[in-house]
């Protein structure tokens, strides 16, 4: 009995690199990491504002903050949806 020369997986492609896939995926979906990095920003931007936050309590701070992130992944997520949708319906060529 000698092995098949078929792939045990055909889907799984072995060639693919990390960098590659991520970019497939940010075509198909471009809202999802720009959400990923909106997200990453507002983050960063809390910590860096919670050394200057002068007289302002530390839980009204994360607070801001946590609203903030959310908001700009909502948005994200709507808009990709939003995209998709249009890509879907109005973009695509009738059958």
Do not use: N, W
């Not at 792939?7 to 960098?19: H, I």
């Not at 302002?56 to 709507?78: D, E, N, P, Y």
Request: glycine share 8%.
């Amino acid at each position: 009995m000698s092995p098949s020369q078929e792939s045990v997986y055909p889907d799984y492609e072995t060639e693919t690199s990390q960098t590659s896939k991520l970019i497939k995926k940010f075509k198909e979906t471009p809202f999802v990491p720009i959400g990923m990095a909106g997200f990453t920003a507002v983050v960063a931007y809390g910590l860096y504002k919670l050394k200057h936050r002068g007289d302002m309590k530390l839980s009204l701070h994360l607070i801001h903050m946590r609203v903030a992130a959310q908001g700009f992944t909502v948005g994200a997520l709507t808009c990709g949806v939003l995209y998709s949708m249009f890509r879907e319906y109005v973009v695509k060529p009738k059958e």
